[in-house]
């Protein structure tokens, strides 16, 4: 394999930018030897002496690159191996605090009661006061349990013989050495792939040019780089392995090991999920004609009884609507890993076990497998005139069955995070909202058709309807509140702009929390004209299946008018959004890429306009109905032209995915984000780090890739006495002054620059670690 190839296949995507230009320099070469001038005579010393001094302008130019690619790679590595140390003494501090009070860092016993009431005593704090300040600090005071919890609760504790905040703390911590062992990992690929590059494509610039100068540049710079020296992330990688099989895993290597382990950068798929895809697949090309052929050809009971198609379509189209959806998600998984798109980083899931784009491909196909067969059976049922109507609401409880069965089956951890997210998408407005929450709320906002299918399979099931009939003609007429007069359109309305509210909630949300105006508030607005559309569709359908006036006279409904204006305007609004927004196109900086944006991923500019203009002509869709609704002949099918309607949102939602998703790997590659930032401590370290990723952010020689979550101690200020609050202003301005000092003097460019501040910055810890007590005692002084 090619080392060019070799390095697009093994590199970290967030950090493509700051490797060597390999394939740049491979050319650089190439071009030299192309545009060299030839050598006519070997004896002309004049022919020679130009052929010389064009290879040796041609070097001074390459080797100076090569020098701004050491430079660029030095600095990189030194920032990063600078972050790792900071987490590393993070979670050494960490792992000896819990030490220090339980005695034992693994969760496997429960600590002592002794130890928890040593723990309080440390803290020296009164039963009510510490309830109060945890009522009062809950969604923000990160405290260890031993130090908010009274000698009563502990009694408590003992009965139940569990203490399930240590057990949580403790697996937070071991998912933070997991990601931090993983960051190792990637750091000292870093390393060799950059070595291998230089080393390559000196040896490549000998071979063409017929000369050692690239040899020796190579000992004289490379070998003595310090991305190549350091040894730092070895010891780093050594250490790691011993602290977490000593103190997290109880000595067991094999089991830490299994924690630890760093997925492949390609993901490898199982041979048992492709065979069982291709099983599932195989079933479903035999299905589906089948069913086609079973409509026309058993469109008739054996009574003579026409098939009822219409509540076939009712029932079975949302549930082949979300099927869909789970297969071309996995299509869209497959696409992201081609391209380098690092989905699993941007969703926060689990890289050592999330679903494959095999797995999601086969979790759909086996549905629709099932969507088939009982499709199937109410084509015979109808036909043999036997209950046909049981069969779609068997199929309804078979997939939730599915998805919440507790058993350890058909992937329940991503069931299970399916479920929890979706709980974050319904209380949105209650806890901040990731981005995992907003893409799923947005997938929710393609398949209103199936919120508003509810309306019709609640009034079917549990209205007064004999759905065990096999006589549709002679079923009473639903007589329940919600399936009679303006009340079921004004219920369909609210269940089909039900998504389109809970991501209104959601951008309302963020701005509560961000204060920022644009975007949220007007992406908020957004939502709201989709609401609006959704609204003046019921009342169109409404007026006109209610008034006789309307129904006879079409042009006369002033509803018609008011819907097409809402519907203009909220996909005019949708179509800016998500071209400018959404997928960051039409960028004014783009460059070579004209109408798209300076950096794009996938491999032809033609898949960017091709999602343009099908994002302009799926949006304005919906004009058809306005031809369907002055033409009431075609009416008979506006349940068929829906479903239609649906099967291009989802289309849609599809495209959308892969642009939605390759803007916010580019957001993070900016801040070079490859594994996340797991913080746990829960306690004070000495360094306030809001001021210092403050100071990092607004220095021009040091780059902030990632801003952290401050991690509260049990220490508020709120507390404090005029006297300590002066005391820790004192503090913070001397760590602020540290800074300043050393941020004009160091600009981390190597790693012993580094490894001097870190160390001054540990010292700086010890010493306001050793205070804790003390300044303890000053907020239990500062009550009275």
Not at 73 to 101: C, G, S
Not at 555 to 563: C, G, R
Not at 567 to 578: E, L, M, N, R, V
Not at 580 to 597: H, Q, V
């Amino acid at each position: 394999m090619k080392f060019g190839v070799h390095l697009l296949a093994n590199l970290t995507p967030e950090w493509n930018s700051q490797y060597i230009q390999y394939q740049y320099m491979k050319e650089l070469l190439n071009k030299a030897i192309a545009e060299a001038p030839i050598l006519v005579n070997n004896d002309d010393d004049d022919d020679k002496s130009a052929y010389e001094e064009y290879f040796l302008r041609v070097d001074e130019e390459f080797f100076e690159y090569c020098g701004k690619q050491v430079t660029k790679i030095n600095t990189f590595f030194a920032e990063k191996l600078a972050e790792a140390l900071r987490r590393f003494t993070t979670l050494k501090d960490e792992i000896q605090y819990r030490k220090l009070i339980y005695g034992d860092v693994s969760p496997c016993r429960n600590p002592p009661i002794a130890i928890i009431q040593k723990a309080n005593k440390i803290g020296q704090c009164h039963d009510d006061r510490i309830l109060m300040m945890h009522r009062n600090q809950r969604s923000s005071l990160k405290t260890p349990f031993s130090r908010i919890l009274p000698d009563r609760f502990v009694k408590n504790a003992e009965k139940q013989g569990k203490q399930r905040i240590i057990h949580k703390d403790t697996k937070t911590l071991k998912l933070a050495f997991s990601e931090y062992y993983l960051m190792l990992i990637l750091l000292q690929k870093y390393q060799l792939l950059n070595f291998t590059g230089f080393i390559k494509i000196l040896k490549k610039h000998d071979k063409l040019f017929h000369t050692t100068r690239g040899d020796e540049w190579r000992k004289l710079h490379i070998d003595k780089a310090t991305f190549y020296t350091s040894t730092t992330v070895t010891e780093l990688i050594r250490d790691v392995e011993r602290i977490y099989i000593d103190e997290l895993e109880s000595g067991d290597r094999a089991q830490a090991m299994k924690r630890l382990r760093v997925p492949p950068l390609e993901e490898t798929q199982s041979t048992v999920v492709t065979f069982r895809l291709g099983i599932f697949i195989g079933v479903i090309a035999v299905l589906l004609p089948m069913v086609i052929i079973l409509i026309i050809v058993l469109n008739k009971s054996q009574s003579g009884k026409p098939l009822a198609w219409r509540e076939a379509l009712h029932l079975y189209r949302s549930s082949f609507l979300i099927i869909l959806q789970i297969i071309l998600a996995g299509i869209n998984v497959y696409g992201w890993s081609s391209a380098g798109v690092n989905h699993i980083l941007i969703f926060e899931l689990d890289p050592r076990n999330h679903l494959t784009y095999q797995q999601l491909l086969e979790t759909g196909a086996f549905l629709c497998v099932l969507w088939c067969i009982s499709f199937i059976a109410f084509i015979l049922t109808s036909y043999l005139d036997f209950y046909p109507f049981i069969q779609p609401l068997i199929f309804f409880i078979l997939m939730i069955i599915l998805l919440i069965n507790p058993a350890p089956i058909l992937y329940r951890p991503a069931r299970y995070w399916l479920l929890r997210t979706l709980g974050l998408v319904f209380t949105g407005a209650f806890h901040r909202i990731h981005f995992a929450d907003n893409w799923l709320c947005n997938q929710l906002t393609s398949i209103e058709l199936a919120f508003y299918d509810l309306e019709y399979f609640f009034c079917f099931y549990f209205s007064n309807h004999e759905w065990w009939s096999t006589n549709l003609d002679s079923l009473p007429s639903p007589e329940h509140v919600f399936c009679t007069g303006w009340t079921r359109f004004l219920l369909q309305a609210l269940l089909l702009a039900l998504p389109s509210m809970l991501r209104f909630i959601q951008c309302i949300r963020r701005y509560y929390d961000t204060k920022l105006k644009y975007p949220h508030l007007v992406n908020a607005g957004k939502y709201a004209s989709s609401i609006s559309v959704a609204i003046t569709n019921s009342l169109r359908r409404g007026s006109i299946a209610l008034s006789n006036d309307y129904s006879n006279n079409l042009i006369s409904n002033p509803f018609v008018y008011t819907w097409i204006i809402a519907a203009f305007i909220s996909s005019t609004y949708k179509i800016i959004w998500d071209i400018k927004m959404d997928w960051g196109l039409f960028d004014k900086n783009a460059g070579e890429n004209r109408f798209l944006r300076d950096h794009i991923i996938y491999s032809s500019k033609n898949y960017y306009y091709y999602a343009i203009i099908q994002e302009i002509v799926f949006r304005y869709s919906w004009t058809m109905n306005i031809f369907i609704q002055f033409h009431s002949g075609a009416a008979e099918y506006a349940d068929v032209t829906g479903f239609c309607f649906g099967l291009i949102e989802l289309i849609r939602r599809f495209s959308w995915n892969f642009f939605r998703l390759e803007n916010e790997h580019l957001n993070n590659c900016g801040r070079y984000r490859a594994i996340r930032d797991i913080s746990i401590k829960p306690i004070a370290t000495g360094v306030d780090f809001t001021l210092i990723s403050s100071k990092l952010s607004k220095t021009p020689s040091i780059r902030n890739r990632l801003t952290s979550v401050r991690c509260q101690t049990i220490i508020e200020e709120n507390n404090l006495t005029t006297k300590n609050k002066a005391k820790m202003d004192d503090l913070k301005n001397n760590i602020e002054d540290f800074f300043n000092n050393q941020m004009s003097t160091y600009h981390y460019k190597t790693v012993s620059e580094v490894n001097t501040i870190n160390t001054t910055l540990e010292n700086i810890s010890s010493r306001r670690y050793r205070s804790l007590t003390s300044l303890n005692n000053c907020l239990n002084s500062s009550r009275t």
